[in-house]
């Protein structure tokens, strides 16, 4: 069952595992050096007026620091970073029956469905980097990837037990007239964003932010069949789909500090939304091989669209100053995106049979819900 294989997880360590351990060991490194530095520093900030947000811990008309969003107690950085390790699960694929049990001539009932596809916990790196500029306000540099929701499923195998679902049209436009002994199938998918968001002064708990971002969202779909031996060999049939979603767009959104200003320990809320502009790609393949009685073929199409999508995330962290300059920070997370190709939704889609017509459509009409947890650290100086 090698062609609809699509397991490819890495291994232990992967590139994006290095980069959260080197970034978090460096996070440390200037939170310790900023922490050893702040002991020998105390001068406070100048008298802010009545007007301002209250200080740490202080009325409004007191002399000391201004704790805000990103400053939350009062230490004036030039600098923030943050490193986190994002540990997601995705909902499941859209429904679509691909292979139904067979027996006594006739289909008996469904086999495999896309939506059996659950895949488990995908995991991958988040850096975040502000550049404070002096006003209560900053510069927000944001990256994630998550790669490798892996879902896999292989059925028993049965001497003519499976039949391919018997569609009136799309890639199923040819179903197997011979019973098949033995079908599997599997799905892989990920996740990537990059966003630069420009921070607006803050007024204490709250603080609002407009930016630009891309987001990317990738699957693949794969199913195999397989007869039983005819020779030495025995013949096998595959379907394979890929999409890549490439959103591009503007967003808005609002930071808080829910509870804790100005205090070792705080919850953090954080939402964000914005109108995107969505380059769907698919490309399908369906191949055929081993039959000593009919050639092998390859056969494949593609399509490339552009729609309006919507990109939408929310969360909240707990956050611990374990110094005045690095803080443990977890929290959950979710991320809402609408308008995409799915893998799952090309299959009824397309037309790919050896007699008849390629016909490429695809379809942007997909929603995809990823949520989880964060874990990492943060640091400023």
Known sequence: MERGDVDHRPGWLSSGDCCVVVTAAFLIVLGLLRHARSETDVAWPEPRSAASASCCGCPADCCGPLCHVLDP???DPLWSGRAEGLLLWRNAPQGMPLFNTYSGGAATGPALNAADFTSGMAAGPRFTLFRHTGDEAAIEFNFLRVQFFEARRVLPETDGGYQLADLDEGIFCCPSIVPLDAVSGGLSSGLQSFEINRRLPSDGRWQWLAGVRWVQWNERAAIDAAWLPIGAVAPRSGYATTTNNDLYGLQVGGDSILIGLGRSF????LGKAGIFWNRAVQSSTHAYSGDPFQDAFVLANSRTVS????????????????FDRLSLRAGYAAF???GLATASAQFDDQCLCPLDPIHAAIDTGGSMLVHGLTLGLEARW
Not at 266 to 269: A, I, M, N, P, S
Not at 307 to 321: K, L, N, P, S
């Open 73 to 75: 107690l009062g230490q």
């Open 266 to 269: 705080r919850v953090e809320g």
């Open 307 to 322: 729609r309006g999508a919507f990109v939408g995330e929310i969360g909240a962290t707990a956050v611990y100053d374990v």
């Open 336 to 338: 809402w995106l609408g």
